[in-house]
């Protein structure tokens, strides 16, 4: 019960109009444990309604205003006291006075830009979320939801090809090429080894997926490595004039699109790590950035004229391409 004025005496709920239309995507929580958030795309609407229940029907409520925010921000697990809103938005929904009965207020952010992907990582965790708040004397009330937001873009027009050597001076000497540089994240990686010169005995090759997450600035750098995937491209020791197909199927694999200095605070990169090892145990690397993004769908007729505005985005740009639906 609430004793001079202590305590919660009203329940906040928030509930988005299309509720039972929109669709959910999965996502990872610090804890590792993976749950469902509607899924929104930049430059869509964020609509619904705030129901604040009074607990003790027929006792007023004294507020000092009832409002609801949309609010982006990035959390710094080594910094966590300070949160760095790039967006945030605030709309009232009544001005101060008492509430006698429970009420229902409506709410909508027009065309919100939701500029980066939701993340959660080792040391930085990205999110969007509405909170609506009752304001009071002694104790706000206040309810958060949040949403997951996931970056579209088209395919790049310059897509090259990689290729690279790898070579020790007359013992090894190999050439790697894969088909291109830039992967959606449903992609399959093509390529092949060829094998110039091979003088040490090489026991095993692989190929690793590697995500490099960066946070911070100056001295206060940090660099987290996670292997996302390890593709045995050989076992046993190859011979002069070999060539070997790489294909690697990356939908198996829980990734996100690169994200390159988000708000000055953070990256998320993506490398393939070519391995051999020999006999002896000596490992010999070559590392490759690669460039992960989000593909989508062929749009449909129905589709809303904000998503395909933010299907239409890739890296920043606004050039017309073809258009595409999102895609979880």
Same mark, same amino acid.
């Given at each position: ?30 804890d590792g444990r ?164 091979v003088r040490i ?44 197909? !790489?294909? /690697?199927?990356?939908? +198996? ?5 690169? %994200? ?6 953070? &990256?998320? @990169? ?19 950035? !690669?460039? /992960?993004?989000?593909? +989508? ?5 129905? %589709? ?6 933010? &299907?239409? @985005? ?15």
């Amino acid at each position: 019960m609430s004793f001079f004025g202590f305590g919660q005496s009203a329940d906040i709920d928030i509930v988005l109009n299309d509720a039972e239309t929109r669709k959910q995507a999965e996502h990872k929580s610090e804890d590792g444990r993976k749950d469902k958030y509607f899924l929104f795309y930049d430059g869509e609407t964020v609509s619904g309604k705030v129901n604040v229940s009074l607990k003790y029907p027929g006792k007023r409520l004294e507020h000092n205003g009832i409002k609801i925010e949309f609010i982006g921000q990035i959390e710094l697990y080594y910094d966590r006291g300070n949160h760095h809103e790039f967006v945030s938005l605030v709309k009232d929904l009544a001005r101060p006075g008492e509430l006698t009965q429970s009420q229902t207020f409506e709410f909508e952010f027009t065309h919100v830009e939701k500029p980066y992907e939701s993340y959660t990582g080792q040391n930085v965790k990205l999110r969007y979320f509405l909170r609506a708040t009752v304001n009071r004397r002694l104790n706000d009330t206040s309810k958060e939801l949040d949403i997951v937001v996931h970056t579209l873009s088209t395919y790049p027009e310059l897509n090259s090809s990689i290729k690279m050597e790898v070579g020790i001076e007359d013992c090894l000497h190999i050439e790697f090429e894969y088909n291109k540089s830039k992967y959606h994240l449903k992609d399959v990686i093509v390529g092949k080894i060829y094998f110039l010169l091979v003088r040490i005995k090489i026991r095993h090759m692989e190929i690793d997926i590697i995500k490099r997450e960066t946070t911070g600035t100056g001295p206060n750098v940090y660099h987290e490595n996670d292997t996302i995937a390890k593709y045995e491209i050989m076992d046993g020791a190859p011979v002069r004039g070999e060539s070997i197909p !790489i294909r /690697l199927f990356m939908a +198996g694999y829980e990734m996100t699109p690169t %994200m390159r200095d988000i708000n000055k605070k953070f &990256s998320v @990169r993506y490398y393939l790590n070519l391995v051999l090892i020999d006999e002896e145990e000596r490992r010999y690397f070559k590392q490759q950035e !690669i460039t /992960l993004w989000r593909k +989508g769908d062929i749009v449909r007729k129905s %589709m809303s004229h904000q998503a395909i505005i933010a &299907s239409q @985005r890739f890296d920043g740009s606004s050039q017309s391409r073809e258009v595409q639906e999102p895609e979880q």
